[in-house]
């Protein structure tokens, strides 16, 4: 256990909330994404309706507790738990955010959520060596990075044929208000998978930050109050959006049909409920980029940008390695206080 100043432990605290506002702000463009680029909602209303349904994730945890399990991966399943110190939470949160802020202002979705497991496990190794990380975790997490994108390409690929399919007999038009309807369904969807996965990931943090410093005892738990504060953070970084992203992620990949977006958005939405299930930190970038792709790919592979999504798959692949040593970097600033 390592003592810390309560001003010191909100001061970290408000940290970490600041990467969750960060982490909607930068990842608006994945709840948003489609029914920007179809026109269906406008970008105000659509952060709007985003925000609500990243929130609204909250009350699904209250429903169902098992949910919180990605907290648990991302507090003591990457780094042993007992090892962890606040100076360990500061890096690994220093360098999530400073990646975040260079991959936002370049346009480039990469993830959040890899940024923030790059950050913890370099930190952590900067601390306490090799031997401080969960292997099990990490393979986990790893893994995921190849298997979310394909899953979610995979799925809107068959939800563009099975639903083709179904309404073969139905009008143009009639067809067109039905994916309308269906698009905006699965737009919340994708939406409240979205804040229900990457919440966790600041709780996670948050929660083995009190338990380190002593604030919390007994099991391993996210406090209520911690869940609060961490849905409301990335709901009101949801509000403020990630226009550049959205561009990316909604038209240069490919174009997009509301039959398209229903596919991707609802494609992603059943690989993210299915990672928290499993207590995953998935990339939502990830997922919904391959969803995008596997709905342009059911239409034709040469409406797919592939310029633009090998670009977004460099961003991909350095973003663990690029983030943990930023966030071994903002450990050893610690050292010199």
Known sequence: MHELAFPLLVGLIAVALAFDFLNGLHDAANSIATVVATRLLRPVQAVLFAALFNFAAYFLTIAFPALHAVADTIGKGLIDKDLVTPAVIFGALGGAMFW?????MKGIPSSSSHALVGGMIGSGVAHAGITSIQWSGLNKTL???VLSPMLGMILAMLIMLLSSWGLRRVS?????????????MSSAAYSLSHGLND?????????VLLYSTGYLTGDFQVPHWVAICCYTAIAAGTMTGGW??????????TKLSQHQGFSASLGGSIVLFG????GIPVSTTHTITGAIIGAGTARRASAVRWDVARSVVTAWIITIPASAAV???FYGLTRLF
Request: aromatic fraction near 4%; proline fraction near 0%; avoid cysteine.
């Open 100 to 104: 975040n802020i260079v991959t936002w």
């Open 143 to 145: 893994i995921a990075i």
């Open 172 to 184: 143009a038009g009639r067809a067109e208000r039905s994916f309308r309807a269906m698009h905006l």
């Open 199 to 207: 919440a966790q990931k600041t709780m996670g943090i948050i929660t």
């Open 244 to 253: 550049k992203i959205i561009e990316t992620m909604g038209s240069r990949i």
């Open 275 to 278: 990672a928290s299930v499993l």
């Open 327 to 329: 966030g071994a970097l």
